[in-house]
């Protein structure tokens, strides 16, 4: 089936950018996505990239799409203590989650 | 944006008894849902697609009778956990499809999840 990686933890100090990675193995997708699951709770979809895109910027988030190396990659600028939380990339058609990657970010 | 509920958000429940977790699409109708199962610190796990009218399709390995999906309307997707295990206890997650953005990036909207615990 197809596969969605992504490492699973990161911890940035406040203010720092954080980078989160995801590789991928469909490469039909034409949009992949990326959402923030705070505990407890459901999921918020945060941007999207289409797949015939580079990059796309959306405030403090960059999204950074290598369709040859099948890598994607969620930016966040000055990182803060609200944006502490479970981060998923995933795939369209099967909405195929990645193992999320736990953003600590530290004061 | 749409909205989609869950309920209840926590249950406890006993080993061999059954539980039922209702997902309700709130402002659109759904004629797909989904339910999804997250282990702590895993990711989600798509259980099965549910169609309204028609029998669910489950994921390989999920036992359709254990985990019985309803979809009898299109805003009202009940998943029901039967003879339920302390293995059971996890974080069940429905989405709904809104068929009036079919195609569309927002096509899916998630429920906040319900937590269950098998004791």
């Known amino acids: 089936g197809e596969d969605v990686e992504q490492s699973l933890f990161l911890s940035v100090r406040e203010g720092d950018s954080s980078v989160i990675n995801c590789t991928y193995t469909?490469?039909?997708?034409?949009?992949l996505y990326w959402y923030k699951q705070e505990p407890g709770a459901g999921l918020q979809l945060l941007t999207y990239i289409f797949s015939n895109m580079d990059m796309k910027q959306d405030q403090r988030l960059t999204v950074l799409l290598n369709k040859k190396d099948k890598h994607l990659s969620l930016r966040i600028a000055d990182t803060q203590t609200g944006d502490s939380a479970i981060y998923f990339c995933a795939e369209e058609r099967q909405l195929t989650f990645g193992s999320g990657t736990q953003l600590t970010v530290l004061p | 944006g749409a909205v989609v509920s869950q309920h209840p958000s926590r249950v406890i429940c006993k080993s061999g008894t059954s539980v039922k977790i209702e997902c309700r699409s709130l402002d659109f109708q759904a004629t797909t849902m989904f339910w999804y199962r997250q282990f702590p610190k895993q990711s989600l796990m798509l259980m099965a697609t549910?169609?309204?009218?028609?029998?669910?399709?489950?994921e390989q390995g999920v036992e359709k009778d254990k985990f019985l999906i309803n979809h009898a309307s299109l805003t009202l997707s009940t998943l029901t956990v039967t003879s339920a295990h302390p293995e059971d206890s996890s974080f069940y997650i429905c989405?709904?499809?809104?068929?009036?953005?079919?195609?569309?990036?927002?096509?899916?909207?998630f429920g906040p999840g319900t937590r269950l615990t098998v004791t």
């Open positions: 549910s169609n309204e009218g028609s029998k669910a399709t489950y």
């Open positions: 989405s709904a499809r809104d068929p009036a953005r079919q195609g569309s990036i927002y096509e899916q909207y």
């Open positions: 469909d490469s039909s997708s034409t949009y």
